[in-house]
Structures are given as C-alpha cells and as structure tokens.
C-alpha cells in the first residue's frame, strides 16, 4: 500500500469546497459546525463526479495514481466501496472509454478478464452521493464511511476520464495476469520432439 495517501480530516477550505456541491452551502457548513461527524450526501454534476469502484480494486487504482501517475483528487471509502472524486463530466465519458478499451468481455480469451475487473459506478449529473464528515469519528469501531485522500483547498485538483481510465487499466492489468496466448488444452497430448531424428 502507498504511503503517499493516508486517512486524514477535511480542511475547513476542503469543507467549503463541498458545501458548494450542495444547494445551499452555508446550511451544510452550519451543520458540519455543530456536528462536525455527520455524512451529508451532496449532488454530483457541477463542483465533482464520483467513480465508484469496489474497495480492492479502488486501492489498486488508488496505488496506481499515487505511485505512477499524477495522483489523486479527493477519496473516500464509503460501505465496502471507494468513492474516486473527479472532474465534472467524468461520469458521462468514462463509460465510453472503458467500453472502448473492450473492458467487457467480447469473447472467451476476455472473460477470465471480465471477471476479474468489477464494474465502475459512475456518479455525474442527476445523481448524489454520501460524503463522509470532515472528522473522522473518535469512536473505536470503524466508521461506515471515511476520507482517504481529503479534500484541503477550495479548488482541488480532480482527476478527468483519462486519468480514471489510465489508473484502471493499469490496476486490472495487476490483479489479472493477461497473456497473449490462448489457455492450454488441459486433455491435449504432449509430445517430446526433443528425440526427433
């Protein structure tokens, strides 16, 4: 696992920078203020999208950012799953370009690989997602949700589709092992041409 990015609590800019996903901010602030543990959930579309990925194959993703690429937005880890905050307009294109990268079986050489890359829940206009609070609870039993990488300034940087889809590729190509050979005929006969005349 990456040291680069570690649990941690939200800036009061990073908590503003949230509040404006919302349709009113000041009351979202007020409440963080009084209850600075409580979740909200916050529109997606116009501040941020959400990628939603399973939470091993977000790690990988995660690693990948951090450890080959230009890092990551905001993250947070919500009910078994990792929230992938991204640029507005993610979650229209990244369904295309992983669809274009073939990310779904096509034929049987791609199933062993389908199966092993879940899909990728893409939150963007219309939708609303659960954030967790700026302070992670001091109680000792794991939050439901919590900040991995969280958000500290009024404008963070905020990873586009081709970073997302660069960052998956690059995690599904680490949990699977892909060859360009076709599986081995498991009944096949083996010959030893090593005796040949």
Same mark, same amino acid.
């Given at each position: 696992m990456s040291s680069a990015w570690n649990a941690s609590d939200v800036t009061p800019d990073g908590a503003a920078w949230l509040a404006s996903a919302g349709t009113? *901010?000041?009351?979202?602030?007020? +409440?963080?203020?009084?209850? *600075?543990?409580? *979740?909200?959930?916050l529109p997606c579309g116009s501040v941020f999208d959400v990628v939603s990925a399973p939470a091993m194959f977000g790690r990988r993703m995660l690693d990948r950012l951090w450890d080959d690429g230009p890092g990551s937005g905001p993250v947070a880890e919500f009910r078994g799953r990792m929230l992938l905050f991204a640029a507005p307009g993610t979650a229209q294109r990244l369904p295309a370009l992983l669809e274009w990268e073939e990310w779904g079986a096509r034929d049987s050489r791609e199933a062993h690989r389908a199966h092993a890359v879940p899909p990728l829940l893409c939150?963007?206009?219309?939708? /609303?997602?659960?954030?967790p609070a700026p302070t992670e609870s001091t109680s000792p039993a794991r939050p439901a949700s919590r900040? +991995?990488? /969280? *958000?500290?300034?009024r404008q963070p940087w905020l990873p586009g589709p081709e970073v997302l889809l660069w960052a998956a590729v690059r995690a599904a190509r680490?949990?699977?092992?892909?060859?360009i050979f076709p599986p081995a005929d498991q009944g096949a006969k083996v010959y030893d041409v090593s005796r040949r005349r």
């Open positions: 009113y *901010p000041r009351s979202t602030r007020a +409440l963080w203020e009084e209850r *600075p543990g409580a *979740p909200v959930v939150h963007g206009t219309g939708d /609303a997602v659960t954030v900040w +991995l990488v /969280a *958000p500290d300034t680490s949990a699977v092992r892909i060859s």
